[in-house]
């Protein structure tokens, strides 16, 4: 029986834990992300004390980004241009890879998740979806024929350009590089620059959220004509406000106007734009997926 670790490392908190699955999760540590040297040591002793009680099979990090996820590059695993202080052009897959000696599969949190979700979650057996993040940031992953999407790089379904609604009190956005993408029009701190408080705080009746499940509906009805998902998982803090979830459905399909000629839109979209099947857990668990497609050598 094979044994798989997985980090979750997010710009904010590391999640380690080994495992094989939802109902096998082992050992969970937490801890606060600092600097590279730090917090990847952390994790380095984390995994060397695990495997010294039982070998592990490979490794799976889900990582926030820009990160080089392509295999053969010279900086495959490195976490490259982030704004985040001290960590832009960090090795962090390779560095684990060669001081335990096993497999390390590295790819974006968000397709970290997707897979996840797609092993045990909300999108199980599907071979063409997205997991969107609306959180501190807006990403996106998933897979497309099978395999998760990569490209170039990897997708930044957060920073599709969007048009500013004319009501909006704060029409130039919050990107610091594009103001009115997806991501600064719709994140978390976005909700609580136009609003003036957080967006955990706001009521249901509040009109922030009719805007937000605009922006939202917006970006999916993009990315809806671009990718044709079978489904689109939608987690992170902001989509904790379950009211979203119609709101987004009914925006989604009227934007659309009938044009994508599908009975998952036209008439069962409750069960096309959905929550996460792994609630917050589909982080770390999309670790250990990612370590077992590793081990499996996909
Ligand atoms: P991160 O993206 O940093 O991993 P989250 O997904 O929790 O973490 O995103 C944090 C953002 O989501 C913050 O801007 C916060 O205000 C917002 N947020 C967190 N929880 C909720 C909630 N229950 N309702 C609405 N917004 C939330
Ligand atoms: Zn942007």
Known sequence: MSLFGAIEAGGTKFVCAVGTNPNDLRNEIRFPTTSPDETIGRALAYFKEQAANEPLDAIGIAAFGPLDPTPNSKTWGYITTTPKPGWANTDFAGLLQRELGVPVGFDTDVNGAALGEHR????????????LTIGTGIGGGGLMNGKL??????PEMGHILLPPRSDDPSPGGFCPYHGHCLEGMANGPAIEKRWGARAETLPPDH???????HYLATGLASLICTLSPQRIVMGGGVMEQLHLFPLVRQKTQALLNGYVQSPAILEQIDGYIVPPGLGNRAGILG???????TANGE
Request: charged fraction near 15%; charge should be negative; avoid cysteine.
């Open 120 to 131: 045990w979650g909300a999108a199980l057996g599907l071979d063409n979806f997205i997991y």
């Open 287 to 293: 670790a250990i997926a990612l370590a077992e497609r």
């Open 207 to 213: 009109p922030a959220w009719e805007l937000e499940a």
């Open 149 to 154: 999407m990569h490209g170039l790089i990897h």
